[in-house]
């Protein structure tokens, strides 16, 4: 479960970002994958409208999604095979949800801005010109770091800026696929109807 939670808190942070830094946030959907040298890997499906992201995942725990709503500072756990979720606050970044564990590492989210090195102590960055990657026109960076999950390259979209494809030296990779634009449901952002709220706090304080 560690390594699902690292993809998820990158792509929240990377959601977040975008958010913050577009004027009109991206509004799409794609099928992404990730995978490590030391982790059996990810598979699943992202949405993205109105500023809100979703991601489908199928897990060794069982199909899961995450819906983050950046505007409010939180984002739900949904656990479908029991038809039940969490929310979770996400105000004063996601570290809670990162417990340090392994997993493929997405690009910083740095990287969706013009200036993909900004505030990355110790890393250099070079454009390699553009490339098309997965469909999608991309600019292409080549990353140095000391730090093999920082070094490596990562394709990013012209247009919506975000990243289509990461491969870093430590053999991690972070890919979407079938990408296409367009507004998405918006009942894709909420949990679904007659599924029960799982209160952690309560039942922690009815032990």
Not at 62 to 73: H, Q
Not at 145 to 154: D, H, L, M, Q, R
């Amino acid at each position: 479960m560690s390594r699902v939670r690292n993809v998820v808190v990158f792509l929240v942070l990377a959601a977040v970002a975008v958010c913050a830094q577009v004027p009109a946030p991206p509004e799409f959907s794609a099928d992404m994958t990730a995978t490590s040298k030391t982790d059996r890997g990810m598979k699943g499906k992202m949405y993205m409208g109105g500023g809100k992201m979703r991601m489908d995942m199928t897990t060794e725990g069982g199909k899961m999604s995450m819906i983050t709503l950046p505007a409010k500072k939180m984002s739900y756990m949904v656990m479908h095979d029991q038809q039940m979720y969490m929310e979770i606050s996400t105000e004063g970044g996601m570290g809670a949800m990162n417990p340090m564990g392994r997993g493929p590492k997405m690009p910083d989210v740095k990287a969706l801005s013009d200036n993909p090195c900004a505030g990355r102590p110790g890393v250099t960055c070079k454009m390699a010109g553009a490339e098309m990657m997965n469909g999608r026109m991309c600019d292409k960076w080549e990353f140095a770091s000391s730090n093999k999950s920082e070094a490596g390259t990562v394709w990013i979209d012209q247009k919506t800026r975000w990243p289509i494809k990461s491969v870093h030296n430590d053999g991690s990779t972070m890919e979407f696929t079938n990408f296409k634009e367009g507004p998405q449901d918006a009942s894709l952002f909420a949990p679904p109807s007659g599924y029960q709220k799982f209160d952690m706090g309560g039942m922690m304080r009815r032990q």
